[in-house]
């Protein structure tokens, strides 16, 4: 980052988040970003949308009527968000709450805002502002304190949370909410899951070893990186050694009693995290499953990768793969009638469980898209059911923390899915710092069922 300016770095920052809060997603965002900027931009956009709340209550302190455009809006809100974040930190500590300061950039105030004024003059809706971003921003720096304590009353800069999430997470776990919404805004270290197939864990901890990458060992397939690494530097990328994978996401198959030969369906399975991890294990009879053409294909080129695709398995008879593009709800469009033994149903939900990971979740979703994910998911489901043997297995999946989506869901599933028996499962896993501090996995829920014979 550091031989780039960072004028250049916030006025592309800016721009990106300008486009998640018009709701783009990041990850769609970022890959557009120029080469020798996206790592700059991806570290100043997690940051700001991890604290905005903070930057926009400032904003909204310091401008007297509504900001002159989206653009200057967004450009101010990270500079204040970014100025303010010592600041910040020290009042957090000074009210005993639990600060984060992990992924904290640090700048000299001086130079952040002469750097703010620079990035506004680089785009011609901003330029002709940037009087007014450089007096919000000497205000800030002379009113500090009593602008910190004005915007500290709101729960919204204290969680840095939209207000109807933090409502939702303290009804749901009046004991955790805190806690959780804290760790939602921290930093997650990457998780890697030995691929089996293409040699052991120890093989592979000594690679990593060797490479000077330190690995904590998680459990039979997992592997946590404390420190960052680009992915692609990591050895046994490109020969499949290895797949980027939470830990929650890798506990899908211990719930499954999987064995050889069974007929599979991944029925929501892009980009194949679970497909994979499912074969990596077992010979199976797998139909994979999604919606979204062009992520089915993502699917295919991460077996390939992994080395799972058929062509790699031609002498093995129990070993299948099959896929269609095809919405699950709507069985007429692609199932042939033959029963599954066991069906991984991971269905789209609101993702609020991966914060950590996608800071931009918390701004894209509407409270009212609980109710319509859960609608989705119920409806997918049901059809779902119907393509299940009787004696079959169904795992119900979600990276979400509401409970409409999780355990609400299981029972309502338990009501209404036609013999079903609900059997033990993991349930709802939370992304809060273990006994040592720890977050060591993203927040899942897992609900199995079994259909009566
Ligand atoms: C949570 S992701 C699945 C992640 C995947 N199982 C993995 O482990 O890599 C949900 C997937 O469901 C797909 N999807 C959404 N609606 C669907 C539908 N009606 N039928 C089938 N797939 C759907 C999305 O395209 C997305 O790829």
Redesign the pocket.
């Known amino acids: 980052m550091s031989k780039i300016p960072l004028s250049e770095l916030l006025a592309h920052s800016a721009k990106v988040i300008q486009q998640v809060m018009a709701g783009q997603s990041l990850n769609s965002l970022l890959p557009m970003v120029d080469d020798r900027y996206r790592g700059g931009v991806q570290a100043l956009s997690f940051f700001g949308l991890r604290h905005w709340s903070r930057g926009l209550a400032l904003s909204e302190q310091l401008l007297s009527k509504k900001a002159p455009n989206p653009l200057f809006k967004s450009l101010l809100v990270l500079s204040l968000t970014l100025l303010s974040a010592e600041d910040f930190l020290a009042l957090e500590q000074e009210q005993n709450t639990s600060a984060t300061a992990a992924d904290m950039p640090v700048y000299d105030a001086f130079t952040l805002v002469n750097e703010a004024v620079k990035a506004a003059t680089l785009n011609k809706k901003t330029a002709s502002f940037r009087g007014l971003l450089n007096a919000c921003l000497r205000r800030y720096q002379r009113e500090l304190v009593q602008l910190l304590s004005n915007v500290w009353q709101q729960e919204e800069v204290r969680y840095n949370f939209p207000q109807w999430w933090i409502d939702k997470l303290r009804d749901a776990y009046p004991q955790q909410y805190e806690r959780l919404l804290k760790a939602a805004n921290q930093h997650a270290s990457l998780c890697l899951r030995v691929n089996r197939r293409q040699g052991t864990m120890d093989e592979f901890k000594q690679s990593l070893n060797q490479a000077g990458i330190e690995a904590v060992q998680l459990d039979e397939d997992a592997l946590m990186l404390p420190q960052a690494v680009p992915v692609p530097q990591i050895p046994g990328f490109a020969e499949g050694r290895f797949s980027v ?1 939470d830990l929650a ?1 890798q506990q ?1 198959i211990s719930m499954l009693s999987l064995q050889d030969g069974l007929r599979v369906l ?10 994979s991890h499912m074969l990596e294990h077992y010979d199976l009879d797998m139909t994979i ?4 053409e062009r ?1 089915l294909q993502r ?1 295919h080129d991460n077996l390939e990768r992994l080395g799972l695709s058929k062509k790699y398995h031609q002498d093995n008879d129990h070993y299948h793969i099959r896929s269609l593009a ?5 069985t007429e469009a692609w199932y042939d009638g033959r029963p599954f033994d066991v069906i ?1 149903a ?4 609101t ?1 609020a469980g991966i914060v950590r990971r996608h800071p931009d979740i918390k701004w894209l979703r509407r409270p009212e898209d609980v109710a319509k994910t859960s609608e ?1 998911q119920r ?2 489901v049901q059809a779902l059911w119907t393509t299940l043997k009787p004696g079959g297995y169904l795992l119900y ?3 979400s923390i509401f409970p409409e989506e999780g355990e609400l869901q299981a029972a309502y599933f338990s009501e209404h899915l036609v013999g079903a028996e609900r059997l033990p499962a993991i349930g709802q896993m939370l992304a809060v710092p273990d006994e040592n501090g720890e977050i060591k996995h993203d927040g899942f829920f897992y609900a199995l069922f079994k259909k009566a014979n």
């Open positions: 994978q996401a899908a991944d029925a929501c399975a892009a980009p194949g995290g679970k497909t499953l999604d919606i979204d992520r699917v095809a919405d699950a709800a709507d991984m991971d269905v789209p939900c993702a989705l409806t997918i999946i979600t990276c």
